[in-house]
């Protein structure tokens, strides 16, 4: 069997007496666009800085590309190829648009003249869409606006996986088929996506497989239409509402 991508062996992590984490064991192979779901609060976000480097593991291990990753700065994660978006969003709100790309590229991307970087800056805010707005001081985009320049941003670095968490919070259900073909054009650079995704059209519609957290604790890992009749997942998390709508959990 070909070595995963990224590997996660029995990773806990508590917040004083809360156990956010609890022995959460996956792999992720290259190629692959995961679906992270879960409640409120199951651990989505904590996973996903665990894995960057924001925090380390209480115990267990992260491992990327064979090499062990737990422990590392977000700067070394990063340059190692594993780029994240962020929830809540953090430009430099002093920087327009473009400055803040080209920043990523700079620094993250291992490019090292700032024209070029400039350049690889434009391609990312066109593939995302937002070059009309490249001169624009960060600080004044709207909040689905600035979860673009932070997928441009998160591009920028050039990444092997890419972790979304919310990338698409503000945009209305007109964007969804946009936002479909926007995570397919990202898988089809030869990224690996691993996405915390709110809208389950879109999770459904792009995930070849989905995790399910809740409490910290990974409750099903598999295919999207065996993780949705999953007891265990209906109950826990999807509740009645998926079943009658087909569309979105309650957020
Ligand atoms: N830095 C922190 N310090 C203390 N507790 C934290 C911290 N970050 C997260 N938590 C707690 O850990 C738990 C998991 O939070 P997390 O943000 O990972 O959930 P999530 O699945 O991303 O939720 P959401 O869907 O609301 O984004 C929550 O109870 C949260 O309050
Ligand atoms: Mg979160």
Not at 4 to 33: C, H, M, Y
Not at 154 to 165: E, G, N, Q, T, V
Not at 220 to 239: C, K, N, Q, S
């Amino acid at each position: 069997m070909k070595a995963p991508l990224l590997q996660l062996d029995e990773v806990s992590l508590s917040f004083g007496g809360l156990k956010a984490l609890s022995n959460v064991t996956f792999r992720i192979d290259a190629g692959e666009i995961v679906g992270l779901i879960g409640p409120n609060g199951a651990g989505k976000t904590t996973l996903v800085n665990v894995c960057s480097g924001v925090f380390r593991p209480s115990h267990g291990t992260v491992r990327f590309e064979d090499h062990v990753i737990s422990g590392m700065r977000q700067d070394q994660v990063a340059q190692r190829g594993m780029a994240r978006t962020f929830q809540v969003v953090q430009p430099f709100p002093a920087m327009t648009v473009r400055e803040n790309v080209t920043a990523a590229a700079l620094f993250g991307g291992g490019i090292r003249h700032v024209p070029e970087a400039r350049k690889f800056a434009d391609e990312q805010l066109e593939f995302v869409g937002l070059a009309p707005h490249a001169d624009k001081s960060a600080a004044n985009l709207s909040l689905a606006h600035r979860k673009r320049l932070e997928l441009a941003k998160s591009l920028a670095i050039k990444p092997r996986l890419i972790w979304l968490d919310e990338v698409n919070a503000g945009l209305n259900s007109d964007d969804l088929e946009k936002t479909l073909h926007l995570i397919r054009s990202i898988a089809a650079r030869g990224i690996t996506i691993v996405m915390i995704e709110h809208l389950m059209k879109v999770v459904m519609g792009v995930s070849t497989r989905i995790l399910v957290l809740k409490s910290g604790t990974l409750i099903a890992d598999g295919l999207p239409m065996d993780v949705i009749r999953d007891p265990t997942v209906v109950e826990a998390y999807l509740g009645g509402h998926y079943a009658e709508d087909g569309s979105r959990r309650d957020v």
